[in-house]
């Protein structure tokens, strides 16, 4: 679920978890009513579990006795090597037997998410509580919660502003904006056939593409207007060729070359390169459907 801050997304998380009542509307797991706080003296579904950045931990209680006490019904064995796992995993190995109020905030933290994975329900939603770790650490932790929950046959919602942590991890996009659903489908679907400009806007980058931008030569030369992505555009002999374009920037962003450029006609296109471009030279480009 993608959207920009204040778009609506944590919102439509608690609604789902049932720490909000409903205005209207109607919300339904497993064909049965998720129901708000109005009808549960203690909110939260039982068959689901929210990992917000809201963080909860045992001050009194080591790292290791906090994960433990979210494995009720384990063998001391069990909670042992599910501990051990999560430590590892989240860099707290060596800080097992420390309680948790002589921890700093980002080691709370830590201690936090491990105590909400130690085990994974029929559902799992999470609120961006990755978001102020580095990046190393946020990768490995989201491998391991894809793993879990698909060992599981579990399934997971996750909340990010980050169009490309949505792309990267998710089946499925859901594009959310101003309390509206604007567009859901597999990720592909949405990236490349985004309903409207603005919600290709807010997946990243793109062009427009009208009939006069294309040479006279192009098979897609019938079009009237069509969205394109940067990485659409593949540079190419002049009799393959759909445009002709002439650069105007070219800047190193980490991953690729990103070339800003225009055409005779003056408008102004985003194009994604292997290799950097001179600028103020004519480069030809066919477009991928």
């Given at each position: 679920m993608v959207g920009r801050s204040g778009s609506g997304k944590t919102t439509l998380l608690k609604c789902i978890y049932g720490l909000e009542d409903l205005a209207g509307g109607q919300i339904l797991f497993k064909g049965e009513p998720a129901l708000g706080p109005a009808?549960?003296?203690?909110?939260?579904?039982?068959?689901?579990?929210?990992?917000?950045?809201?963080?909860?931990?045992?001050?009194?209680?080591?790292?290791?006795?906090?994960?433990?006490d979210k494995l009720p019904g384990f063998t001391n064995e069990e909670?042992?090597?599910?501990?051990?796992?999560?430590?590892?995993?989240?860099?707290?190995?060596?800080?097992?037997?420390?309680?948790?109020?002589?921890?700093?905030?980002?080691?709370?933290?830590?201690?936090?998410?491990?105590?909400?994975?130690?085990?994974?329900?029929?559902?799992?939603?999470?609120?961006?509580?990755?978001?102020n770790l580095?990046?190393?650490?946020?990768?490995k932790l989201f491998s391991f919660v894809l793993k879990e929950v698909k060992k599981n046959g579990s399934s997971l919602i996750l909340i990010t502003h980050l169009a490309e942590e949505a792309l990267k991890f998710a089946d499925t996009i859901c594009v959310v904006d101003e309390g509206k659903i604007l567009q859901t489908g597999p990720k592909w679907e949405v990236y490349y056939r985004p309903g409207n400009t603005r919600l290709?806007?807010?997946?990243?980058?793109?062009?427009?593409?009208?009939?006069?931008?294309?040479?006279?030569?192009?098979?897609?030369?019938?079009?009237?207007?069509?969205?394109?992505?940067?990485?659409?555009?593949?540079?190419?002999?002049?009799?393959?060729?759909?445009?002709?374009?002439?650069?105007?920037?070219?800047?190193?962003?980490?991953?690729?070359?990103?070339?800003?450029?225009?055409?005779?006609?003056?408008?102004?296109?985003?194009?994604?390169?292997?290799?950097?471009?001179?600028v103020d030279k004519s480069f030809y480009f066919k477009i991928r459907i």
């Open positions: 009808y549960h003296l203690v909110p939260g579904h039982p068959q689901m579990s929210l990992v917000s950045q809201e963080y909860h931990v045992l001050e009194n209680h080591t790292i290791a006795e906090n994960i433990y909670k042992e090597k599910r501990a051990s796992r999560l430590l590892k995993l989240l860099e707290l190995n060596l800080l097992r037997n420390t309680r948790a109020k002589h921890l700093s905030s980002g080691q709370k933290q830590r201690v936090a998410i491990a105590r909400a994975l130690a085990i994974i329900p029929e559902l799992l939603l999470l609120d961006e509580p990755f978001s580095d990046k190393l650490l946020s990768e290709a806007g807010l997946l990243g980058g793109f062009n427009l593409v009208k009939k006069e931008d294309l040479l006279s030569t192009s098979p897609h030369k019938k079009i009237n207007k069509v969205l394109f992505r940067p990485d659409q555009f593949i540079q190419t002999p002049a009799d393959k060729a759909d445009m002709q374009v002439t650069v105007t920037q070219c800047t190193f962003n980490g991953k690729c070359f990103e070339i800003l450029s225009q055409n005779k006609n003056g408008n102004q296109f985003l194009v994604y390169t292997h290799k950097p471009l001179a």
